[in-house]
Structures are given as C-alpha cells and as structure tokens.
C-alpha cells in the first residue's frame, strides 16, 4: 500500500449527490496539486433514498489502483441515518476521520480511535436557500474543515464551476457556512 494515497470513502443515499460531492473535491485536489486523483463510483439498482457510496483517492503521484475503497483514511457521511443501516466506518484505519451530516456534537458519536466532525449540513444548506435535502455542496465545506486538505477557495470554484447556471452562489454559500460551523472532536 502507498502510504501518500489518501482514501476517502463517501457514503450518502440516492438523489443527494454523494457522487456529485466527490466529484467536486476530484477537480479541487486536481487544481490544488494533487496530480493522482481516482474517483470510482458504486453504480447499481439503487434507487433514490437508498444507501449509496463512492470511493475518491488523492495522491501527489499517480494511483494505478482503480478499485473501490476498502480501508478508507476517512469517510465522510451525508445523512446520518445512514450509520443505522451501513457500517459506514467498515475497514477505516485506526485514527481516521469520520465527517458526518448531523445536529449532534462529534463526542455524540462512539467511534474508537476516530477523528469525528460534525455540523448541520441540512440545516445550513437549506439557510444558504438550497432544497431541503440537498446536502452534497455542503458537506464539501465540514470535509474542508476537518481534512485540511485542499483549501475553500479552491472548493469555492469548483462547487461554481460545477453548478453554473445551477444557483452557484447558493451552493458555494452552503459549502462556507458549513465550513465555519464544522465541529471537530478528539480521537
């Protein structure tokens, strides 16, 4: 295993664009210096509402694995609910990071050995003036704060460079404010 290759597993449900937000960070870390960048979504019968996933690997070198993600560095989780249904911390390294849509505090959550970041994301979206339930732009902005990995100004353009003509101005303003309200908790 590559020890540079950062493995990040997104785990949303159908129609909240869990692929989208991927997708978004790809093209930030591409910008932002991260030359190897693999995202492998899991397509299948899923319907809206169903639990879904992608997996999104970083790298500052080429990645030749082009796989889903087992053994994730961190997972970032779009709708709560989900970790009732989904172990959606299966195969996460020892120290990892688990970044969840959620009103409650990172402590709330009893992952052992995990780095846990919360905020409100639906909440926050839907005051930005987004859909109720559309949380992908930001949960980009709780990932922002709690990897440290690629900076909100990239994140910025890339959420209105995919969303143009698509109210880009809400959904970078959904990604920001999430941003300043992430809470992230000790190991």
Do not use: C
Not at 69 to 86: A, C, G, N, S
Not at 119 to 133: M, Q, S, W, Y
Not at 177 to 183: D, I, N, R, V
Request: hydrophobic share 45%; glycine share 10%.
């Amino acid at each position: 295993m590559n020890q540079d290759i950062i493995k990040i597993r997104w785990h949303g449900r159908g129609g909240q664009g869990a692929i989208t937000a991927a997708k978004i960070v790809a093209n930030a870390a591409f910008v932002s210096g991260f030359s190897g960048v693999v995202m492998a979504p899991t397509f299948g019968t899923e319907r809206r509402g169903a639990p879904v996933l992608t997996s999104l690997q970083i790298s500052r070198q080429k990645i030749y694995d082009l796989s889903p993600i087992t053994q994730p560095d961190m997972v970032v989780v779009l709708d709560h609910l989900i970790i009732e249904e989904v172990d959606v911390t299966a195969g996460l390294k020892s120290g990892g990071l688990v970044i969840i849509n959620s009103t409650e505090k990172p402590e709330f959550f009893d992952f052992k050995n995990m780095t846990v970041a919360t905020a409100d994301v639906t909440h926050i979206a839907a005051n930005a003036g987004l859909p109720r339930g559309i949380v992908n732009t930001g949960i980009i902005g709780a990932f922002a704060k709690a990897s440290g990995l690629i900076g909100m100004d990239i994140l910025t353009r890339a959420i209105e460079d995919e969303f143009t003509g698509k109210h880009p101005e809400k959904n970078s303003l959904a990604a920001r404010a999430t941003y300043e309200k992430t809470l992230v908790g000790g190991k």
